[in-house]
């Protein structure tokens, strides 16, 4: 029975992604000085897998590629040559070419020959040299002379199968490298309607051979015959490269799960000697319904078979494992639009249950106890499910911070700085959605804190600091948001710069701004302070961009920056998109959603607090300051209850350019709400950011309190 390889592609994708941002992120980490020979491992190790991989599955593109890249990172992790800064450069560049590749596949475009010729050329160029130049290495001998094992123990293998696997699928030249990878092979028959066969000059166990066809077909359709001779040594920490290699490197980390891609166990069940914490590339077959696997001893004459080396009739072991180990490494992949699909029925159940709660209420508790107490295990169990349904969706920030070392690096190397990235709360986690919208702004910054933080060296020297500067990404939770802060140690902002710099492009500014204010004229669009246009900034663009992507995330952008010390910028964002907690109020007859997370106080103002300011219009004065009086109802031209603030309710709120006091009927309730998209059951409206449905079944607006500061600023000036 044949099985169609391409619907496992996306998973192998998928995966190989991760080992390349494994391998990068070990790369940007590895001591030139004193590299650690656990981290070159683990580096080969991911390599590895992505070239078991791709070769399985007909990717021989990117197999090729990594077999160069394996060459090199072979010998380094054997130390028969110590890695250089110009072999970090060569395999970071492998990296990116082999995730450009992987997007190529994914899209079915084509990925550039030359560029791939360059980097290849360029490893085997490294490890030839430094190979050839290493008074260590050991002698390789011509290719036209007999292998140093050809005389020793050897594998005869023959592939007999009943169907030709070759025009299924298999690869001839895969299978031939795994061999290769346990000892030096000769390829004895090229196939011929699937059939082939092989010489092993290796003494390794049965085992790892029929290992490497277990996918390609039966047991009974290939034969293995030991011959005997003298030992040839072979490195146990390479079983081979992962053609159907289930049985992990002697010197992998047992947490290290390689590539698994499984179909349903109650039809296809793992291989009984595989270890749990370790899948690699699996591919099994119910073994129920094949013949059982030929023993050696079945196989081997018996003069062959006391020849054979005693550790190789000895069984292996199985690895002991705790069950609550396997079962806490246990994953599954699912698709993003079935666990939204989940979120959005879950927010339904919720909707509803609020809706009976409402119904409910109007009855008489004592008489309809149960349905009450029904009612309430519903809003428990309710609540509960939908923040396990949530936290599907949350992933560590890490995915976004892992990609900075080496924007660092690649921007220190080419402006001539030095500067050393910390990682504070990678942990801290966020829901899927922001993340993949929080990569673009975070990268923006982190180049502006290297172009214009982090003076140059000398500047430093000269200034009394480390030539070293230092920039701090880091990420924690604040009540119910999330801050990410990007805080440098360089020149910091300077207030007559930007003053300048404002005057001479027409940015409007305040009589005498405050240093908060000063600091967001970087936000205008077209605003740069830079002295020339580099491929890094200068040009005016992005800083804009940064400021209108946190506001579409319902995000706050914060600064501070002393001179001389450098500039932290924080970045408040919501923990999800999807749920909302706020404060329900009333205007006139419609109800609003407030974000609680915005809300800084309540209260019912005197005539004592309320003022007329010219060019201001009406303000409120709280605690020793003037906050502008939003009036909800003139923004959002509604018929109110109330037109004096003495008699109604003014909530202060807190936005980027400052605090706001909106003027509202009444407080009605915190709530925790399911967010629906206005835009794509209505249309778009100004000031709202979205909508929910509440539990008496009206829809309430949620409010979008950037936009709603900047109604009122425009309906002042108006």
């Known amino acids: 029975m044949s099985v169609d390889l391409s619907q496992f592609h996306q998973v192998f994708i998928d995966e190989a992604y991760e080992h390349l941002a494994t391998m990068e992120n070990l790369l940007l980490a590895v001591d030139l000085d004193d590299p650690d020979l656990d981290d070159l491992n683990a580096i080969f190790r991911a390599a590895h897998s992505i070239k078991g991989g791709a070769g399985t599955f007909g990717f021989t593109d990117i197999a090729e590629l990594t077999h160069a890249l394996e060459t090199l990172l072979d010998r380094l992790r054997k130390q028969e040559l110590h890695p250089t800064d110009e072999m970090i450069e060569a395999f970071l560049q492998a990296s990116d070419l082999l995730g450009a590749m992987l997007d190529a596949h994914q899209q079915g475009t084509e990925t550039d020959a030359e560029r791939i010729a360059s980097i290849k050329g360029e490893l085997t160029r490294l490890a030839d040299e430094e190979a050839s130049s290493s008074p260590d290495s050991p002698a390789v001998p011509p290719a036209d002379q007999p292998s140093p094992a050809s005389g020793g123990s050897s594998w005869l293998i023959e592939l007999h199968p009943r169907e030709n696997v070759f025009a299924k699928g298999a690869s001839h030249e895969a299978i031939t490298e795994d061999l290769g990878a346990l000892g030096p092979v000769d390829s004895l028959q090229t196939p011929e309607e699937g059939k082939a066969s092989w010489r092993l000059h290796t003494d390794v166990a049965e085992e790892q051979l029929s290992e490497i066809f277990a996918w390609v077909c039966q047991p009974d359709e290939v034969t293995f015959t030991y011959q005997e001779g003298g030992t040839a040594q072979v490195e146990e920490d390479d079983p081979g490269y992962g053609f159907f290699d289930d049985e992990p490197d002697a010197d992998q980390e047992s947490e290290d799960e390689g590539f698994g891609f499984f179909i349903d166990q109650s039809e296809l069940p793992a291989a009984q000697d595989q270890k749990e914490d370790d899948q690699g590339y699996g591919f099994f077959v119910d073994e129920k319904e094949l013949p059982a696997k030929p023993t050696a001893s079945e196989k081997q004459p018996e003069n062959q078979r006391s020849a054979k080396p005693e550790s190789q009739n ?288 309540s209260m019912q103002p005197d005539k004592s607090q309320l003022k007329t300011v010219s060019g201001r219009g009406r303000v409120v004065h709280i605690r020793g300051e003037y906050l502008p009086l939003v009036p909800l109802y003139k923004l959002f031209s509604l018929k109110p209850r109330f037109t004096d603030p003495e008699q109604g309710i003014l909530v202060v709120v807190e936005t980027v350019d400052g605090k706001l006091a909106l003027f509202v009927d009444e407080l009605i309730a915190q709530d925790q709400v399911v967010i629906k998209s206005l835009e794509t059951h209505y249309r778009k409206v100004e000031g709202i950011s979205g909508a929910t449905i509440m539990g008496d079944g009206r829809v309430a607006l949620i409010i979008d309190i950037e936009r709603l500061a900047k109604m009122n600023s425009a309906e002042l000036a108006g």
């Open 314 to 601: 000895k069984s292996k072991p199985a690895a002991a494992k705790p069950q609550s180990k396997a079962a806490a490494d246990a994953s599954i992949r699912v698709g993003v639009e079935k666990v939204d699909q989940l979120i959005n029925l879950v927010g339904e159940l919720v909707i509803t249950r609020s809706m009976l709660a409402q119904s409910a209420s109007v009855l008489d508790p004592i008489e309809y106890e149960n349905i009450h107490n029904g009612l309430a295990n519903l809003e428990r169990n309710s609540r509960d499910l939908q923040e396990a349904v949530m936290s599907i969706r949350m992933l560590p920030i890490n995915f976004v911070f892992g990609r900075f070392p080496r924007v660092v690096r690649d921007l220190t190397k080419k402006m001539h700085k030095q500067v050393k990235l910390k990682l504070v709360g990678e942990d801290t986690e966020l829901d899927k959605g922001l993340i993949e919208k929080l990569s673009d702004p975070l990268t923006h910054l982190v180049r502006n804190s290297i172009d214009h933080g982090i003076e140059s060296p000398e500047e430093r020297r000269a200034a009394g600091k480390s030539e070293e500067g230092t920039i701090t990404l880091s990420a924690s939770h604040q009540g119910g948001s999330i801050l990410v802060e990007i805080h440098d140690d360089g020149a910091g902002l300077s207030r007559e710069k930007l003053l300048a710099k404002a005057e001479e492009k027409g940015v409007p500014v305040s009589e005498n701004p405050t240093d908060k204010e000063v600091w967001q004229l970087i936000f205008a669009a077209g605003f740069s302070t830079a002295k020339e246009v580099t491929d890094v900034s200068g040009r005016g663009v992005g800083m804009d961009v940064v400021s209108r992507n946190i506001s579409e995330m319902k995000g706050q952008i914060e600064i501070d920056s002393v001179a001389g010390q450098g500039t932290r910028i924080g970045l408040r964002l919501p923990l999800t998109l999807a749920i909302l907690d706020g404060m329900s109020l009333r205007v006139g007859e419609e109800v609003f959603i407030l974000p609680l997370t915005r809300i800084l106080e």
